[in-house]
């Protein structure tokens, strides 16, 4: 392969991120997810339990399937095809969000759609990442994915920026601009927050044009797809090595905890503000937009540490920041700032707010994009689809339990702040754990 075309081949893996990234920055976290707990739910506790009951539905789905369709990937070499196929579920689900109207009753149809396109996105995230090894020598995949990470919070910044500024009303109708919603979109039925479902299906379509242009199969493709029988007995032999190989075993664990920790702060953090300080969807994308640009600077920067230092290093430090800034969370309330009273209308506690969404969005971008070049690291040659489909298992084995423990104990405490408190078990979880994990990986 020329070095210009490794350069696209880099750059269109790189869109995927930058395509993507919506789906968490719009939909799960400073969009959607608040709209559905203030607009399409009018009880805020009822619907963060309702809404982790589905996610963490979502995340069993994924559990089953994702380590099973690597295996089938990794024997055929047929990535673009899954892909092709989890983007188009991707694209669906995200669209039919615009039926999400106020009050909807029944919610369970608004709820599948959204899930589904959670488990496309999830899917063809699998298989991208597993393209990552093919894309430079060892010592520069750090970089490569750091930067795509980095790639993927502009996207999800820009995005956030024009469904503030054009789309996402207001409690008195209009966006950030001071205007009603684009296109005589009705914000009485609250049609520009709506279009957050169409707006994110089309950026997907349309960024993921020099992705399908570019990438290309990194080894022959097979003419048929593996059976899953096969499928299911490769991965049967990698899960007997898992005691041979108690460092990826290790990792895999932490992984599963602290990545459930990060998505449970992503999922919920925007349902958090609005029930708990009472922002609107503006206020919350205005936060949003922060923790997107932080994320951003801290995933490339975290790339070059990682090319310096190792993933490792780069994986423990940002679990304990997102500890600490978990644990200060739930001091934090209108009236209050680590609890120490304010007095009342204080700006203090929406400024404490920023700053811990600034650490959020730092500390989350370069530990997503570090950990995945660890992955690289201990996984077997041969085996990266599989591998990731392990890690995508080892993140959605648990991914229902962080919704589904904060929805539990939401529901039963009748309180948000500690509803919220599971997530700082499992970061504490995770980070044991990495204790067991060898820097430089267990390639064979």
Request: proline fraction near 7%.
């Amino acid at each position: 392969m020329t070095d210009i075309a490794l350069r696209r081949r880099v750059r269109g893996w790189m869109m995927f991120d930058f395509a993507s990234q919506p789906y968490n920055t719009l939909l799960l976290t400073f969009i959607f997810g608040p709209y559905f707990a203030s607009a399409v739910m009018d009880d805020p506790v009822r619907a963060q339990s309702t809404f982790g009951f589905a996610v963490g539905l979502a995340g069993v789905v994924m559990a089953l399937g994702a380590p099973v369709l690597g295996a089938m990937a990794d024997a055929s070499g047929r990535h673009l095809a899954w892909i092709k196929l989890f983007s188009l579920l991707y694209v669906l689900g995200a669209a039919s969000l615009w039926f999400a109207v106020p009050l909807a009753d029944p919610v369970w149809p608004i709820l599948l759609v959204f899930c589904a396109g959670l488990v496309g996105m999830e899917f063809a995230t699998i298989f991208t990442n597993a393209m990552l090894p093919a894309l430079g020598p060892r010592e520069e995949i750090g970089r490569i994915s750091g930067s795509g990470w980095a790639l993927g919070y502009v996207g999800g910044v820009l995005a956030l920026v024009l469904m503030l500024g054009f789309f996402a009303e207001n409690a008195v109708g209009t966006t950030l601009l001071g205007r009603p919603p684009a296109f005589g979109l009705d914000p009485d039925t609250r049609a520009g927050t709506r279009f957050v479902g169409p707006f994110t299906a089309l950026w997907y379509v349309v960024f993921m044009v020099p992705f399908f242009l570019w990438v290309r199969p990194v080894r022959p493709v097979a003419r048929t797809v593996t059976p899953v029988r096969a499928a299911l007995a490769r991965l049967g032999q990698t899960l007997r090595s898992l005691p041979r190989r108690p460092g990826f075993a290790a990792y895999l664990g932490a992984s599963m905890l602290y990545r459930d920790a990060l998505n449970g702060l992503y999922t919920f953090g925007g349902i958090y503000t609005a029930g708990v300080l009472g922002w609107s969807v503006v206020d919350i994308g205005v936060f949003g937009i922060l923790a997107a640009v932080t994320g951003a600077i801290a995933a490339w920067a975290g790339g070059r540490a990682d090319r310096a230092r190792g993933p490792k290093p780069v994986i423990v430090a940002c679990v304990a920041i997102l500890l600490t800034v978990s644990l200060i969370v739930v001091t934090v309330t209108p009236g209050a700032v680590l609890l120490i009273p304010v007095a009342e209308g204080s700006p203090l506690p929406d400024v404490a707010f920023y700053v811990l969404g600034a650490l959020i969005g730092g500390a989350g971008g370069a530990l997503q994009a570090s950990s995945r070049t660890m992955l690289v690291r201990v996984v077997a040659p041969g085996h990266v689809t599989e591998g990731f489909g392990l890690y995508a298992l080892a993140g959605k084995a648990t991914a229902f339990l962080a919704p589904v423990l904060i929805g539990a104990v939401t529901l039963a405490s009748g309180s948000q702040q500690i509803g919220i408190l599971p997530i700082v078990g499992l970061f504490t979880l995770g980070l044991i754990l990495l204790v067991w994990v060898k820097p430089e990986g267990e390639p064979a």
